[in-house]
């Protein structure tokens, strides 16, 4: 169901359009817009280790400090995104959405004006900044707008992070790596494109934060003892760190893993990085509504177990047959995330932010740690060699054992 008062613009239409107080609705325009949002994001974001073959080459760096750049970036932003989200669970700042966006404006300038190693780290960490305040309060919106469909809501908020994850290495390719550095400028338009969408949606937010609607979802409390939600954290636990370090390998290394393997060019690679990515943005799309309907952990089961084979013969497989798994191990494995954010958000009630916070931190944090190790191990063993000892993680997935069943799965759709 969606609200039908709402008119297709996404942005200009947000402000005038006042919440529906006749039950809880999916309001398309809000979920729209901040999944916009996520996508010029993330677009901005991919396009750093979109980049990292360029800025090997251009400042002499090994894979070691490739890997720093990546996990000074993604550690910045997993250490700040739960104490955001814990922080304005007690003390909303609607207008956090907007700032912290500008945060990624001016990493993006940074980026594109360095001249240096250590400048080229202060940059992603500042681009990290701005990613740790978007990240769960968006999340929190989409929620807020989702009507009781939470997977649906959760899916959309993140194909549109994926759909721009997919598109950095396009952009890269296309305007930077031909252009230089500099080039990387031009992404501010997408920040500055982003700032005024979330301005919409903040006053979207402080207008609909007291309807019954919202409240409604807000209050909805856990079925669950203390006792399951430790055992399902921690489960969830290990699948972020599975999840992210598999996929990890791909979105930070994988055009290097193409270079060396089947002797293509740097923008060669990116074609196929792209491929990957959409399918991520696919399977990620159909995680969430699936899990409405049939239940979050049978979403999680298959998004592991059902990766597992493909994983293990990626590495042994001709470039054919290398693009034809990357885009299965993709739109399989990423299925699970918007299950794993909506199931943690359930269990703990009343901490939306928090969940939000620690879930995208894990991500990025995890995301990070990986980035590094795998770096240090490829500048040791050859990359390679990387990606058949990753090919064992997704067997993780039998924690999944450990998640209790919800006792109200959410079946709206």
Request: glycine share 10%; aromatic share 12%; charged share 10%.
């Amino acid at each position: 169901m969606t609200d039908t008062t709402a008119t297709p613009s996404i942005v200009p239409n947000i402000m005038p359009a006042a919440p529906r107080q006749d039950g809880p609705k999916l309001v398309v325009q809000i979920v729209g817009a901040v999944a916009f949002a996520h996508l010029l994001n993330d677009l901005i974001q991919a396009v750093l280790p979109a980049i990292y073959p360029m800025l090997k080459e251009k400042y002499h760096l090994s894979f070691g400090q490739i890997g720093w750049i990546a996990l000074i970036y993604q550690f910045t932003a997993s250490l700040l995104q739960p104490w955001v989200g814990l922080y304005t669970d007690k003390r909303p700042l609607p207008y956090l959405l907007p700032i912290g966006m500008f945060a990624t404006l001016i990493g993006v300038g940074g980026l594109a004006m360095a001249g240096s190693y250590p400048a080229l780290i202060l940059a992603a960490a500042v681009i990290g900044v701005g990613s740790a305040t978007f990240h769960p309060e968006a999340s929190r919106v989409a929620r807020m707008a989702s009507g009781g469909r939470f997977g649906t809501a959760q899916s959309a908020f993140q194909v549109g992070g994926n759909t721009g994850s997919a598109l950095g290495p396009v952009v890269a390719s296309a305007i930077i790596l031909p252009f230089g550095q500099t080039a990387v400028g031009w992404l501010a338009f997408a920040a500055i494109a982003a700032i005024w969408v979330l301005f919409a949606v903040t006053r979207w937010r402080i207008r609909a934060a007291g309807t019954p609607a919202v409240a409604a979802i807000a209050s909805q409390a856990s079925p669950h003892s203390r006792r399951d939600i430790i055992r399902a954290l921690s489960a969830i636990g290990v699948l972020m760190f599975a999840k992210f370090i598999y996929i990890g390998a791909f979105t930070n290394y994988f055009t290097f893993y193409l270079i060396e393997r089947f002797d293509l060019t740097a923008r060669e690679s990116q074609f196929y990085l792209f491929c990957f990515l959409a399918a991520v943005a696919a399977g990620t799309f159909a995680g969430g509504p699936v899990g409405d309907r049939i239940g979050r952990k049978a979403v999680i089961w298959v998004s592991f177990l059902g990766v597992a084979p493909f994983a293990m013969i990626l590495p042994h497989a001709n470039l054919f047959w290398t693009a034809i798994f990357a885009i299965s191990i993709g739109l399989i494995m990423s299925s699970a995330f918007a299950a794993l954010v909506v199931y943690a958000q359930e269990i703990v009630p009343g901490r939306v932010g928090l969940v939000s916070g620690l879930m995208f931190g894990l991500m990025f944090g995890i995301s990070g740690i990986g980035a590094a190790a795998l770096g240090q191990l490829a500048d040791i063993h050859g990359i390679v060699w990387v990606y058949k000892f990753c090919a064992y993680l997704p067997l993780l997935g039998i924690a999944t054992i450990m998640l209790p069943g919800s006792e109200k799965e959410q079946r709206t759709g």
